[in-house]
């Protein structure tokens, strides 16, 4: 498992760098998930590996979002202004984001019903 975990760390490490020279401008974490979403798209022997260090990560993801919850409670003052305006981007976000990823599943499984239905 720890060789895992040093799998994805180094992945982060790789989306670090690339931002670093290239200057693009997003979060370097993505960067590194998407390449790790490429080296495991080809099948590397990295799968299995990282499979066991990421399933464990997730089991406790309460843990790794607790220190967000305390850091918007203890810095409160400093949103309360925007209160409105984040309650209206969090909930509408969320919404935008149901009826997308409703959409794409409707899609996605009709035209796996459709390539089902041509195969003898």
Known sequence: ???GLLILLLF???GEVLIHF???P???SVVGMVLLL???MF???LTDRVAEASGMLIRHISLLIFPLGV???LQWHRYQDYALALAMAVVLGTIVTLV???LLLKVLLRDRGAVKGKQP
């Open 100 to 102: 997308l990823v409703t």
């Open 12 to 14: 982060q490490f790789l």
């Open 38 to 40: 490429l080296a495991l």
């Open 71 to 73: 850091g918007i409670v």
């Open 1 to 3: 498992m720890l060789d």
């Open 22 to 24: 290239t200057g693009l």
């Open 43 to 45: 099948n590397t022997p």
């Open 26 to 28: 997003l979060p370097a």
